[in-house]
């Protein structure tokens, strides 16, 4: 148990090393959380800071959510095989687990005083990692949502939900370790775009006019 306390602390703290930060330390710049609606990931970098310091943000919190599934589970423990077998995880739900927590990480980052991103390339990665055959239909549906509605927020929304949708119909089930995960993640996207859902219902939520191409082709 001690080492799936470790692995879960250590895939917490790395989720906390935001893409965003670790841009601004490269390229110089502001604060993230001081432009543009304040938030620390990729599509408040797009906006404010361009393509290209965006595409860096989004391949680091990506990248952390593939390392803290992948990498962090399977580092070696100095116990005896016996007393590992005896007492830890499997390494698949010690991956979940390092999954769940990586993404808290990256939201509620502990020396960044809480102030983090929404999670969403964050899980990207774990997904794409722990479940790579969802990948693919997340993404379909992510760009769909953008290209249609402009609205990243009911992208993010939605790509969570073909998560959860394709675990459970296509996966291991909705009562499976990695049905509680999709399920989990899933209300933690929701959560986190609370705000725009509300300013969405108002009518005041910023919108992707440019990425909305079936409309643009239309109005032609």
Not at 54 to 78: E, M, R, S, Y
Not at 131 to 154: D, K, N, R
Not at 161 to 181: E, I, R
């Amino acid at each position: 148990m001690t080492e799936t306390i470790l692995k879960v602390l250590a895939a917490y703290l790395l989720g906390g090393l935001m893409g965003g930060d670790v841009m601004r330390w490269l390229r110089g710049g502001a604060d993230l959380r001081q432009t543009g609606s304040g938030n620390v990931g990729a599509t408040n970098a797009l906006r404010t800071r361009g393509a290209g310091f965006a595409l860096g943000v989004l391949a680091i919190d990506i990248g952390k959510g593939v390392l803290a599934a992948l990498a962090i589970p399977a580092l070696p423990w100095p116990l005896h095989a016996s007393v590992v077998q005896a007492y830890t995880l499997p390494q698949q739900d010690i991956g979940f687990l390092c999954g769940v927590a990586v993404a808290l990480g990256h939201c509620y980052p502990v020396f960044q005083k809480f102030r983090g991103g929404k999670g969403v390339a964050t899980l990207a990665g774990v997904f794409g990692a722990l479940l790579p055959a969802c990948l693919p239909w997340m993404l379909l549906v992510f760009v769909l949502a953008v290209i249609l509605t402009g609205y990243v927020a009911v992208a993010s929304i939605g790509g969570a939900l073909t998560a959860y949708a394709w675990v459970v119909l296509y996966g291991a089930g909705a009562q499976s370790t990695a049905g509680s995960f999709a399920l989990a993640m899933l209300l933690l996207v929701v959560f986190k775009h609370r705000e725009n859902l509300a300013r969405l219902f108002k009518g005041s939520e910023h919108r992707f006019d440019k990425a909305m191409i079936v409309h643009r082709w239309l109005a032609r």
